[in-house]
């Protein structure tokens, strides 16, 4: 498993993950996933945080890639939790888009269901049943325009399940190759998989101390864009 360590102290590590990599098993209880690479690498994170978490505070869809920071002991998973919790860990994402939006930058705020193992945003539903949604907001920025597609910079203020995704198809601009929620539209040549990678990373993890990360797009999208 190609897994670049960005970062590691007695406390935390700061991974690259590629794309096509489960952060855990599934059902069908798969045995190359972050988890199995990062138990065999440090041992000592087995059973850190909540029962099956070994460590892992947040996870990144299967194809996403990009940066995810794993808690190496139990006060490190408490204190990285309580600051998602709090909102004050910031991610940014790099997702290549169908079409233009018409600004050059927006906020996103739609609640979100689960329905028959999918997101959606409630306004597709006729009904909202009553605690079954969950708030969310993503925000969004223009950084280049091609033909048929648009780069957008992403920040996810909550963390919801597919929420980046979820929220950039329902406002017309699915994710370019986003099987799941961009259905209607063909993935294009060239590309294999959704156009979506965590490339920023901040945590305040100590009073006075803020850990900053970037990472480039990996090479699979930054040849896409090449060819557009």
Not at 140 to 156: A, Q, R
Request: a positive charge; glycine letters at 6%.
């Amino acid at each position: 498993m190609d897994i670049k360590i960005i970062y590691e102290n007695d406390e935390l590590i700061v991974v690259n993950k590629p794309s096509g990599l489960l952060v855990h098993p599934t059902a069908k209880n798969e045995k190359d996933t972050l988890v199995s690479w990062i138990l065999e690498k440090y041992p000592k994170t087995k059973s850190v945080g909540e029962q099956g978490r070994d460590g892992i505070v947040h996870r990144l869809d299967k194809e996403t890639s990009g940066l995810l920071v794993v808690a190496r002991n139990s006060d490190s998973y408490e204190k990285l939790k309580k600051l998602f919790k709090e909102r004050k860990i910031k991610k940014k994402y790099y997702a290549l888009v169908w079409g233009h939006p018409k600004e050059s930058s927006g906020i996103i705020k739609k609640e979100i269901r689960a329905h028959k193992g999918k997101r959606q945003t409630v306004e597709k539903y006729s009904q909202i049943e009553k605690g079954k949604t969950r708030t969310s907001e993503t925000h969004w920025e223009v950084i280049k325009k091609y033909k048929d597609f648009t780069l957008l910079d992403v920040e996810p203020i909550t963390g919801r399940t597919h929420q980046i995704r979820v929220h950039l198809d329902s406002v017309g601009h699915p994710i370019v190759c986003d099987k799941l929620y961009g259905k209607k539209k063909p993935c294009p040549e060239g590309l294999g998989r959704v156009f979506l990678h965590a490339y920023f990373l901040q945590i305040p993890f100590n009073d006075g101390e803020l850990l900053e990360f970037e990472e480039d797009l990996p090479e699979d999208l930054s040849k896409f864009l090449n060819i557009l």
